[in-house]
């Protein structure tokens, strides 16, 4: 197995690989809670379900879908394990690219003027007797403002980062520029001892060729 | 010439300067040997210190190098690992795996042992409470009319009997990912040669595999329920459970997986020792987490809604 620490900067720290730390699911864009059934309102019913449908290339538009289901969805579902949510990549183009956001019993007040009325998303589950279904038209829209639509239509409250989150951000930013300031300084250092040995190369060359002749 | 002598041993460059001055007599040689002689040797003192040095170095390299080939796999020290409670380490696999098929996305369980390098290894089949595979389509070869081939059908392959099975797998038609046969029918097996079919797929039953057996039922059971494992580099890797599974179903499994390898270590040789030292839960697209044995923590929300997509 990797060894300890290895893994520990895998879960800890972004420089390796983004998708996996997790301080990164807990705190962003998307980090918010829906409207459950306790906290839900007359206006802002409970939320039950999500469906995003986008195709798999990003030209016509898809682009912020993906972005949307890589960046948010991850944070969403951390906040709200027990909302189902499905994603269906499809090879169409042309078609649409859905959010269905399924509300219990009937859907937000705000839903009127979000959700496109005519879109119709043929691969998002069929809502149950108690559900009612909005449909957000994700077509050539950033991640960042589908996840505003998102926040508009079901009223989500956004989960700040703790003290203790917002501190351990700060340390990663800080190593970031200090890893940023480093590595120029290593580059320029490493250039340093890569001219000196080419140098001695080409004088131990001009040698010899004086040897020669 | 110094470059002849910087190349030569010490040794050697005292012999080739010895018949040098022996093959030239002149009248300064005695002077001029003495002096080179004198300072070869001087050179040739320093070099030795130095050697000695390196020797000396070069002892500890090895008794270093001894200490590197370990017969233990190194250790880490788990206090080093933040480890997680299960529904906690569900919440995150759960997060990172949003998305994805929850029948095809995969629960994974890595399970360190303090184990020695060289010794056997666990090496075993188990049949979880809930099951992993999807599917998987098991076709039986045993005499038609026979006891065994009701069995093999209760228990679920899809394709039983000889003929039929032979029939099929040369039309070019092969609808199973295994194939076990009963020893009774090995001989129609290799009459009907297919070989040349099943071999390059690797479902040619084999006793070897452990693909002939008497008991085909029990067998079809645990081909279609169970998962396969071995020891590698101290750790066993196994899918334990489908991402749909709820923390309730995941935590039986891992119970029953967990209770088999003790019992595999146990029934090994009295001298061998084996224990777990770490279990980690990870997952087809996700992370690995350490697991510290709880089954929640007191930041662990609501767990009952844990399952599904």
């Known amino acids: ?90 090879e169409d183009q042309d078609g649409p690219a859905a959010l269905s956001v399924y509300f219990a019993q009937k859907t937000s007040t705000t839903a009127a003027s979000l959700a496109a009325e005519d879109l119709k998303d043929a691969h998002a589950p069929a809502p149950a007797d108690n559900e009612q279904v909005a449909v957000l038209d994700v077509r050539n829209l950033p991640y960042t403002e589908i996840w505003n639509k998102v926040k508009n239509l079901t009223n989500a409250t956004e989960i700040p980062a703790t003290t203790q989150e917002a501190a351990e951000l700060r340390k990663l930013d800080e190593m970031a520029a200090k890893s940023k300031t480093d590595r120029t300084r290593i580059a320029a250092k490493r250039q340093v001892k890569k001219d000196q040995e080419r140098m001695l190369k080409e004088a131990r060359e001009q040698v010899e060729r004086l040897k020669q002749l | 010439m110094s470059s002849l002598h910087s190349l030569l041993p010490t040794a050697a460059r005292g012999l080739v300067s010895s018949c040098r001055s022996a093959l030239r007599p002149g009248p300064l040689a005695s002077v001029v040997s003495t002096f080179q002689q004198t300072r070869w040797a001087s050179k040739a003192s320093v070099k030795r210190v130095k050697s000695q040095g390196y020797k000396s170095n070069k002892d500890k390299a090895k008794v270093k190098g001894k200490k590197v080939t370990n017969k233990e796999f190194k250790q880490h020290n788990l206090k080093d690992m933040e480890q997680f409670a299960l529904c906690d380490a569900m919440r995150y696999i759960r997060a990172f795996e949003v998305g994805r098929q929850p029948t095809v996305s995969k629960y994974e369980l890595h399970i360190r042992l303090k184990s020695k390098r060289d010794g056997p290894v666990i090496r075993n089949m188990l049949r979880l409470p809930h099951s992993i595979s999807t599917e998987s389509r098991i076709a ?154 709880e089954f929640k923590s007191d930041q662990t929300p609501d767990t009952t809604s844990m399952h599904g997509p």
């Open chain 2, 140 to 293: 039986v070869i045993c005499p038609p009319g026979s006891r065994q081939e009701k069995e093999a059908r209760d228990a679920g392959a899809v394709l039983v009997g000889e003929q039929e099975v032979f029939d099929a797998v040369k039309g070019g038609n092969i609808p199973f990912d295994r194939c076990i046969a009963h020893p009774d029918s090995m001989e129609a097996l290799s009459k009907a040669g297919l070989g040349r079919f099943l071999g390059p797929r690797g479902l040619m039953p084999s006793a070897k595999m452990g693909t002939v057996v008497e008991d085909v039922a029990s067998r079809v059971e645990m081909l279609r329920g169970g998962t396969t494992y071995r020891e590698r580099a101290a750790v066993i890797r196994l899918p334990i459970g489908q991402l749909g599974f709820s923390p309730e179903q995941l935590r039986d499994n891992m119970r029953i997986a967990l209770e088999q390898i003790k019992k595999d270590a146990a029934a090994m040789n009295d001298r061998i020792v084996k224990e777990i030292y770490e279990v980690v839960l990870s997952s087809t697209n996700g992370p690995g987490f350490s697991l510290n044995g």
């Open chain 1, 1 to 90: 197995m990797v060894n300890v620490f290895k893994r520990m900067r895998k879960l800890k720290t972004t420089d390796i690989c983004k998708s996996t730390q997790l301080l990164n699911v807990r705190v962003g864009t998307g980090a918010a809670v829906f409207p459950a059934a306790p906290s839900a309102t007359q206006e802002f019913p409970a939320i039950t379900r999500l469906h995003l449908t986008y195709a798999r290339k990003i030209y016509g538009g898809h682009q912020g879908a993906r972005h949307f289901w890589r960046n948010c969805l991850p944070r969403l579902k951390y906040h709200n394990p027990g909302i189902p949510m499905t994603v269906r990549q499809t």
